[in-house]
């Protein structure tokens, strides 16, 4: 007995090829218009003309017979959450999902009608997501410009490391990194808890070093990933966009393969002989120079030796943001030394919260 034509799978093949296509287009025009970037969008048109090719080889007419547009229920089926995207990011990222579960679709209902179809189907959505994640990679960051970050470990801190953070927030800081190699994760764990209970409600950000994990536990706002830590992809992988993910670049090579890898912001040093990371040759103010002339949309945080001179002096060459350590966890007063580097490298001094 056969299926009524409203019925036939057939159908669900023609509105999900529909449904990939025009996805498809919305990534074309994303990589085309958003980044320039000439070969993603030259992926997803091969996509589209690879799709196209596989339906072709079902039977003539096959899709065109079971069309039902006036009698799909779906028309108006919608959810609020479709009528507003809150940027690109989210426009491509809606884009992607919707062509993967399309192909998905087409691919499974295939099989009944022509499995080898259904075949050329599935090596077209795997392109599919890894042509939707390059383009996700070289979109522009979503993370925010701080522009005074305070990197925190209990060991460097001159008074009470609670009565530093305090005083850090107080002088302006935007972002506390937290740096504790030596603790327990239980430990560690309820640190970061009480540090972003803090923090949060000023509007500052908390960030933690190394430890993805203790990150998403805690709730803090990101991680920062050093040249020895986990992959950006294996933490994005785990964590996807609940955490901003930074990294550390002494170079532009390095800083090329953090951004490639889909980095969000970059730490960029060591800029001046520091203290606290001794080992480490400096890169100097000619490298910022550089990150900022190739790289003008990355958030960055210049660090490693500055103080509020010469965050001055890197105010000038374009830096947006610094990270410090000693500078205000080693001074008799955290809060004048951060209010300090802050109006060094805003010019401006700091809200009072």
């Known amino acids: 007995m056969h299926e009524p034509p409203h019925r036939h799978p057939a159908r669900i093949l023609d509105a999900n090829a529909n449904r990939a296509r025009e996805a498809m287009r919305v990534l074309e025009d994303g990589a085309r218009f958003l980044v320039d970037d000439e070969a993603g969008s030259l992926a997803f048109k091969s996509l589209r003309h690879d799709l196209v090719a596989a339906l072709k080889e079902l039977p003539p ?3 065109e ?11 108006t089926l919608t959810l609020a959450s479709e009528a507003q995207r809150a940027d690109p990011r989210a426009v491509i990222e809606a884009a992607g999902a919707r062509m993967g579960e399309a192909l998905r679709s087409i691919e499974e209902w295939a099989k009944t009608i022509d499995p080898a179809v259904a075949g050329r189907i599935e090596v077209v959505r795997y392109r599919g997501y890894e042509a939707a994640g390059l383009l996700l990679q070289r979109l522009p960051s979503s993370a925010p410009q701080w522009r005074l970050c305070v990197l925190v470990s209990q060991a460097s801190c001159l008074l009470s490391p609670l009565e530093v953070i305090k005083a850090t927030l107080a002088g302006g800081a935007d972002c506390l990194q937290i740096r504790e190699k030596a603790m327990t994760d239980q430990g560690l764990l309820a640190w970061v808890r009480e540090i972003v209970a803090i ?22 706002d990101g991680v920062h990933l050093g040249t020895g830590d986990l992959p950006i992809a294996e933490v994005r992988r785990v964590a996807g966009r609940r955490l901003l993910i930074g990294s550390s670049a002494h170079d532009m090579e390095e800083a090329a393969a953090a951004i490639g890898a889909g980095s969000d912001l970059c730490g960029l040093g060591t800029m001046y002989a520091s203290p606290t990371k001794p080992e480490c040759v400096p890169s100097g103010p000619s490298f910022l120079s550089a990150f900022i002339a190739q790289h003008p949309e990355i958030p960055h945080l210049a660090i490693g030796g500055i103080d509020a001179p010469r965050a001055a002096e890197l105010a000038v060459l374009g830096c947006r943001g610094v990270a410090v350590s000693s500078a205000v966890c080693a001074a008799k007063d955290p809060e004048a030394a951060t209010r300090s580097i802050h ?10 919260r």
């Open 61 to 63: 007419g096959l899709l």
């Open 65 to 75: 017979a079971h069309r039902a547009t006036e009698s799909d229920i779906g028309r």
């Open 199 to 220: 923090a949060r409600p000023l509007g500052a950000a908390v960030i933690v070093n190394d430890r993805a994990d203790i990150a998403l536990a805690a709730g803090a």
């Open 343 to 352: 109006q060094s490298i805003t010019g401006t001094a700091p809200v009072d």
